[in-house]
């Protein structure tokens, strides 16, 4: 049984993160054992002294007590054991290469809501491997869309990343800072023939599109000359059309596999007061436009996000490659994504919280109840905990669902 657990769960011991050529054949079959029978290895972990959490046993904390027990052999000095993991891994091959001088992340979320625990994970990751590796975190806002966006949530966001440890320093950012440069961007795009305006309605797009059973097929202004999509491109901007009127499409690939690609839209008419640029656009772009040029414009070298944008990575990769001027920074953006966190019974999808708050079923965001950060940090959490919590969960790519008691158990601690 020992052989086999040593065999099975050997390679997703390195793939999951933990790498030392020193750490001892035991600690690791034990670290094994501790993931496959959960019981066994919290006995033998108590017996060295460690209070396992949950069923979750981390490999640094047996490491850290067999060397106590004097198990490393270095008269009772616990053995260094560094835990990584693939991104860490990218990242620090990409150094010691030298395909980038300095790491430069960013931690983009959308001001339409709190931040909840989902969101601390991400913000340990950015911050805390800019830390690490010595390099720069950009605090970036995606105001692209002004009708889901308060002042109250800016502000929330602010002081939630900054009582979590986040430092931006002179580093923050919003979307709409570069709203000129996206627009000239859209602008050669058209030019190029590699954008158009179309003036099918969102029903219409979305049944042309098809589906993984369905092709693609054009809509009827896809040929729409180049000058002509230029010159509807200008008027939208001036104000000229109604909300929906119009939009500007990517001209990629309708035979795609990837529904990303089939001319995906890029901005449409929204007349709306922005609480930062206030009435000087009525045309905003989509996520998948605005954040790849935003993260080219400030230099990003690994941009991080959770699975769900995977097949967003080719759209993403289009984007970057097709600006023009060219970004300054070389290489471009990489995209990087990880598995979000789970936690069992326990809501964390933000529309589903906004419901809740503007329902009026709970006392607001920082009700107690909730998962956002201001709720935990009511309900007590000190920040040290939850970012201990963000840590012990880990990065990977595989979905996995953690129990609300490693947190807890952690705070106690």
Same mark, same amino acid.
């Given at each position: 049984? #020992?052989?086999?657990?040593?065999?099975?769960?050997?390679?997703?011991?390195?793939?999951?993160?933990?790498?030392?050529?020193?750490?001892?054949?035991?600690?690791?079959?034990?670290?094994?054992?501790?993931?496959?029978?959960?019981?066994?290895?919290?006995?033998?972990?108590?017996? !060295?002294?460690?209070?396992?959490?949950?069923?979750?046993?981390?490999?640094? @904390?047996?490491?850290?007590?067999?060397?106590?027990?004097?198990?490393?052999?270095?008269?009772?000095?616990?053995?260094?054991?560094?835990?990584?993991?693939?991104?860490?891994? *990218? *990242?620090?091959?990409? #150094?010691?290469?030298?395909? &980038?001088?300095?790491?430069?992340?960013?931690?983009?979320?959308?001001?339409?809501?709190?931040?909840?625990?989902? &969101?601390?994970?991400?913000?340990?990751?950015?911050?805390?491997?800019?830390?690490?590796?010595?390099?720069?975190? /950009? @605090?970036?806002?995606?105001?692209?869309? $002004?009708?889901?966006?308060?002042?109250?949530?800016?502000?929330?966001?602010?002081?939630?990343?900054?009582?979590?440890?986040?430092?931006?320093?002179?580093?923050?950012? &919003?979307?709409?800072? /570069?709203?000129? +440069?996206?627009?000239?961007?859209?602008? +050669?795009?058209?030019?190029?023939?590699?954008?158009?305006?179309?003036?099918?309605?969102?029903?219409?797009?979305?049944?042309?599109?098809?589906?993984?059973?369905? $092709?693609?097929?054009?809509?009827?202004?896809?040929?729409?000359?180049?000058?002509?999509? !230029?010159?509807?491109?200008?008027?939208?901007?001036?104000?000229?059309?109604?909300?929906?009127?119009?939009?500007?499409?990517?001209?990629?690939?309708?035979?795609?596999?990837? @529904?990303? #690609?089939?001319?995906?839209?890029?901005?449409?008419?929204? &007349?709306?007061?922005? $609480?930062?640029?206030?009435?000087?656009?009525?045309? /905003?772009?989509?996520?998948?436009?605005?954040?790849?040029?935003?993260?080219?414009?400030?230099?990003?070298?690994?941009?991080?996000?959770?699975?769900?944008?995977?097949?967003?990575?080719?759209?993403?990769?289009?984007?970057?490659?097709?600006?023009?001027?060219?970004?300054?920074?070389?290489? #471009? $953006?990489?995209?990087?994504?990880?598995?979000?966190?789970?936690?069992?019974?326990?809501?964390?999808?933000?529309?589903?919280? *906004?419901?809740?708050?503007?329902?009026?079923?709970?006392?607001?965001?920082?009700?107690?109840?909730?998962?956002?950060?201001?709720?935990?940090?009511?309900?007590?959490?000190?920040?040290?905990?939850?970012? !201990?919590?963000?840590?012990?969960?880990? *990065?990977?790519?595989?979905?996995?669902?953690?129990?609300?008691?490693?947190?807890?158990?952690?705070?106690?601690?």
């Amino acid at each position: 049984v #020992l052989w086999a657990l040593w065999g099975s769960r050997w390679a997703r011991i390195v793939g999951g993160g933990m790498r030392s050529a020193s750490l001892p054949a035991s600690l690791m079959l034990l670290a094994a054992l501790s993931r496959a029978a959960g019981g066994v290895a919290g006995r033998t972990a108590s017996r !060295l002294g460690v209070r396992p959490t949950h069923h979750v046993l981390s490999v640094r @904390m047996v490491a850290a007590a067999a060397g106590k027990a004097g198990k490393a052999g270095k008269a009772g000095k616990a053995e260094q054991v560094v835990a990584t993991n693939f991104v860490r891994n *990218i *990242i620090k091959d990409d #150094l010691e290469s030298g395909k &980038h001088r300095q790491l430069v992340t960013r931690f983009p979320p959308e001001p339409n809501g709190f931040l909840h625990i989902g &969101h601390a994970k991400s913000i340990c990751l950015n911050f805390g491997l800019a830390e690490e590796f010595g390099g720069k975190a /950009y @605090m970036r806002l995606d105001d692209t869309n $002004p009708l889901k966006e308060e002042q109250l949530y800016v502000d929330s966001i602010l002081g939630d990343v900054k009582w979590l440890g986040g430092e931006w320093e002179d580093r923050l950012t &919003h979307a709409s800072d /570069y709203f000129e +440069q996206m627009y000239a961007c859209a602008e +050669q795009l058209v030019q190029d023939g590699k954008a158009y305006v179309d003036s099918a309605s969102p029903e219409m797009i979305r049944e042309f599109r098809g589906n993984y059973a369905t $092709p693609a097929r054009p809509t009827p202004d896809r040929m729409r000359p180049a000058a002509e999509s !230029l010159d509807l491109l200008r008027r939208m901007r001036a104000g000229e059309f109604a909300d929906g009127q119009y939009v500007l499409r990517a001209m990629i690939d309708l035979g795609a596999a990837n @529904m990303n #690609l089939r001319d995906p839209v890029l901005y449409r008419v929204r &007349h709306a007061t922005h $609480p930062q640029t206030g009435d000087a656009w009525c045309i /905003y772009p989509m996520y998948d436009y605005a954040h790849p040029i935003s993260d080219a414009l400030e230099a990003i070298t690994h941009s991080l996000c959770t699975l769900e944008f995977q097949d967003h990575r080719p759209l993403y990769d289009w984007v970057v490659q097709n600006m023009r001027p060219a970004p300054a920074c070389e290489p #471009l $953006p990489r995209q990087i994504e990880v598995s979000r966190l789970n936690i069992h019974y326990t809501v964390l999808s933000k529309r589903k919280l *906004i419901r809740l708050v503007e329902e009026g079923h709970v006392g607001g965001w920082d009700d107690p109840r909730l998962p956002t950060i201001a709720g935990l940090r009511r309900r007590g959490y000190p920040p040290a905990a939850i970012r !201990l919590f963000c840590e012990r969960t880990g *990065i990977s790519k595989e979905d996995k669902n953690i129990d609300i008691s490693v947190l807890e158990d952690k705070n106690i601690d």
